[in-house]
């Protein structure tokens, strides 16, 4: 794969500042190229891919890798193009403390085409996995797993990936409209090396992946909140995620819930010891009903002051 990395602006922001980084932002552009022209072998009339879906992490948990089996939300994506349950299993690395942001945008309706998604990173969990379903297709899908945006004290400027073919060993098609043929037993995911990818003895990319930092944050230019606080979600109503913030002012155990409105438990956000700091969570309400939802924080500080607790509401609208 072809990775192109640019360093130089960021190298230029330290010498300047005198910082040490923690948090960044970035724009990933999602450039599709799959055409006719490109990819001539039996090329499907509805060519398109799924929404973006992923998220920031460390290096202690993996969402897919080659080699590997898919997971249940990996072979839904790969499959239908549903976001759910892979949603799931990176809000559940989030409150693990595994994982930070749960990443989620639009599609490509027609490919080729190009969508973008907007995201915040930190030095904490600075790898990335992002995905999106080869649509026809039996259980193909382009992305990138575990990708590194920092290395040796500096944030990248810009990377440019490469998208090659995956296939989720999950469904045995071999062509973009096979009926559904569930792979017994399910097979490792594994590069698709040949039919229907493979012009003239190689495999062409799909398209690319363009991670570009569009901002950076620096340890010294974050204060602590002087209290505890929970803030309503934006957007609100919404459909199908939204952002839930809250302020730390001193190390707590925090506990995150979701419930409906006859008091039913219906997620978990988050469950662990957390530092000090204002914090960001994604809700994505795939799966919920419309309706109306309360959501609440329980705060123990470990320095003993009172427990802080506090509900709010928000409405999912489909």
Excluded: C
């Amino acid at each position: 794969m072809k990775i192109l990395v640019t360093l130089l602006t960021g190298l230029l922001l330290v010498l300047q500042n005198g910082l040490s980084q923690s948090t960044a932002a970035y724009t990933v552009l999602f450039d599709a190229t799959w055409s006719a022209s490109t990819h001539p072998t039996d090329f499907p009339s509805n060519a398109h891919f799924s929404g973006l879906i992923g998220g920031t992490h460390t290096a202690t948990v993996a969402f897919w890798s080659a080699g590997q089996l898919a997971s249940p939300g990996i072979k839904n994506m790969a499959e239908t193009g549903n976001k759910s349950p892979l949603n799931s299993e990176i809000n559940a690395a989030i409150s693990a403390g595994t994982a930070q942001y749960l990443l989620s945008g639009g599609g490509i309706a027609i490919s080729p085409g190009s969508v973008s998604l907007s995201f915040q990173i930190s030095t904490t969990h600075p790898l990335v996995t992002l995905v999106s379903m080869i649509a026809p297709s039996p259980d193909w899908f382009v992305g990138v797993s575990g990708l590194n945006l920092y290395g040796g004290g500096l944030w990248v400027d810009t990377l440019v990936v490469d998208l090659y073919p995956w296939d989720a060993g999950t469904d045995d098609g071999v062509t973009y409209l096979s009926p559904d043929n569930p792979s017994n037993p399910s097979q490792p995911i594994a590069l698709i090396q040949g039919y229907p990818f493979e012009v003239g003895g190689s495999i062409p990319p799909l398209g690319t992946f363009t991670f570009v930092r569009t901002g950076v944050t620096s340890v010294e230019e974050i204060s602590l909140p002087d209290r505890f606080a929970l803030h309503q979600n934006y957007p609100n109503p919404f459909n199908p995620s939204t952002t839930i913030t809250y302020e730390l002012p001193v190390e707590s155990r925090v506990h995150l819930t979701v419930y409906n409105l006859i008091g039913a438990q219906v997620a978990t956000l988050v469950n662990q010891l957390q530092p000090a700091g204002a914090k960001s969570i994604q809700f994505s309400a795939d799966g919920l009903p419309t309706g109306a939802y309360f959501y609440k924080i329980e705060a123990t500080p470990l320095n003993g002051e009172r427990p802080f607790q506090q509900v709010r509401k928000f409405v999912v609208m489909k």
